[in-house]
C-alpha cells in the first residue's frame, strides 16, 4: 500500500464542488459550512472521488479546525 501525503486548503461554503493542484497545494471547494465536521467530511468524500479510492483511504492527519489540512491518501495496489 502506497500513502500519499496531501497538503489541502479547503475552501467552505462554496457554489462550486471541486479539486485543484496549485503548487503542490490541493485546493477544494465545497458547499458546507465548516461547523460539527461537515466541511471535513465533505473534503475527505471529494478527496477520494478525486483520488479514485474509498473514501476510508482518505485521512485527515492535521488541521481539525483549520482551513490548511494535511490528508494521507492510501493507493491500494
Known amino acids: ?3 500519499l501525503r496531501v497538503n489541502v486548503k479547503a475552501h467552505p461554503k462554496s457554489k462550486l ?3 485543484e493542484e496549485r503548487d503542490g497545494v490541493y485546493h477544494v471547494w465545497i458547499h458546507e459550512a465548516p461547523s460539527n ?3 471535513n467530511e465533505s473534503v475527505r468524500k471529494v ?3 478525486y483520488f479514485k479510492v ?6 485527515l ?5 483549520s482551513r490548511a489540512k494535511v490528508f494521507d491518501i492510501r493507493k491500494r495496489g
Open 17 to 19: 464542488v471541486q479539486v
Open 37 to 39: 465536521g461537515k466541511a
Open 47 to 49: 478527496l477520494a472521488k
Open 61 to 65: 492527519v492535521r488541521g481539525h479546525h
Open 1 to 3: 500500500m502506497k500513502i
Open 54 to 59: 474509498a473514501k476510508s483511504d482518505v485521512v
